[in-house]
């Protein structure tokens, strides 16, 4: 009710005013919506309201929404169907309507107004503080990072294993296969996989080994074939890097999934690597990696697909701890400052739903308060 009477009163000031109509900006949006306000019929037969718009003045009203009530006198125009767009002008009529649906009186018809969006959305301010805060954390520990502090992240045994899966590669003379999932570019697990990827073929490099790096999407080959070829350089051994083991095979899923347990069943990779975006070809993978009797390392944010892996494989990443393991094998500065930024700021909004969880409690049996309710809400206000 306030925030009605609230924007009537700017009508006087900001809407278009004509017969009785009246249009104001919704507060807060894009420019996507506008607030219709008219004066009440006197008319007795009188059941509610048609709501006509039209996009220029050389147009027709097209009928836009239907009130039901002839105590209602305020229209959102937000409908999908009839979009609005941040400086589209717009007039409005409306129409009194009778219980047989017979126009009855004409209210009025509103100017041509003009939406227009907000520059600030008050309505997210917590979400703007916490950026602000995640922001000056991860300054923060990326400067700590370059001063040579260290920045612990607590062992991931799948990553720990690493080592000991690439020397086990080494030791029986077979390859390491790393499948960077499914998905594309897009995806943020895929960008992930290939963090990894580069420390893994680094320690391939090194140890001497060879890699296998099918792919099954054309850019993805593309980014991969230069992670590969970048970390055998850097491991001072770019004449042992050969382009036919990063490879692209198919866009079609079974297709590429055929493809690759035939690798599997043929070269008998000693390490299957299978870090990124999967669907239903992870338990295929994973069961026929096992049979081969591979040391097998997967990790997804697919949550489907997770109890495939946890079954099928001696190690697997779940969830964040994909995101994490870039930083994790690195000790790049960047990505270490980041997970801890992103580990401080989790435990913070733990602390703040717990202790205004336990307030909303409190308030509700002992201090009554609307100013507390009013704290809260905009608190936990998502929009």
């Known amino acids: 009710m306030k925030t009605i009477l609230g924007a009537f009163i700017l009508v006087v000031s900001f809407s278009a005013i004509n017969g009785g109509v009246f249009v104001e900006d919704l507060p807060n949006d894009d420019g996507s919506a506008l607030l ?35 105590a209602e006198t305020v229209f ?15 007039s409005y009529k409306i129409v009194a309507v009778s219980q047989q649906e017979t126009e009855l009186d004409v209210i009025g018809e509103s100017d041509f107004f003009s939406s ?21 954390l991860i300054v923060y520990f990326i400067n700590s990072a370059k001063k040579g502090k260290l920045l612990f992240i607590r062992k991931i045994a799948g990553l720990d ?43 391939v490099a090194e140890y001497e080994s060879t890699i296998i790096v099918p792919s099954a999407d054309p850019i993805v080959y593309t980014v991969t074939s230069e992670v590969v070829k970048e970390s055998y350089l ?11 083991q990063v490879f692209f095979i198919s866009e079609h899923q079974f297709a590429f999934v ?16 299978f870090l990124g975006m999967f669907w239903a070809e992870s338990l295929l993978l994973a069961e026929t990696g096992n049979s081969t009797g591979a040391i097998q390392i997967a990790g997804t944010d697919a949550v489907t697909q997770l109890p495939f892996f946890i079954t099928s494989c001696d190690y697997t990443l779940i969830g964040e701890e994909l995101y994490a393991a870039s930083a994790y094998l690195s000790k790049d500065p960047v990505l270490c400052a980041t997970i801890k930024a992103q580990d401080i700021e989790k435990g ?26 009013r704290l809260i809400s905009a608190f936990f206000r998502v929009e």
């Open 258 to 273: 055929a493809a690759v347990n035939g690798i599997m069943l043929r070269e008998k990779p000693a390490t299957n690597l």
């Open 116 to 136: 227009s969006a907000s520059i600030f959305n008050k309505t997210k301010v917590n979400t703007f503080l916490a950026a602000a805060l995640a922001f000056i």
């Open 348 to 373: 913070l909004i733990i602390v703040l739903l717990v202790a205004l969880s336990a307030l909303s409690v409190l308030n509700l049996f002992v201090f009554k308060s609307d100013v507390i309710w």
């Open 36 to 70: 219709v306000f008219w004066n009440p019929t006197d008319n007795p037969e009188a059941v509610g309201y048609l709501v006509y718009r039209k996009d220029s003045p050389g147009e027709g009203f097209y009928f836009l929404g239907r009130l039901s009530s002839p």
């Open 76 to 90: 959102v125009d937000c409908d999908p169907r009839y979009p609005l767009e941040a400086g589209m002008n717009v």
């Open 234 to 244: 850097e491991a001072g051994r770019p004449d042992a890097f050969n382009s036919d």
């Open 161 to 203: 294993a690493l080592d000991e899966a690439v020397g086990r590669a080494t030791e029986m003379g077979r390859p390491v296969l790393y499948v960077p999932g499914l998905s594309t570019m897009d995806d943020i697990a895929t960008v992930a996989s290939i963090n990894i990827l580069g420390p893994v073929s680094k320690k």
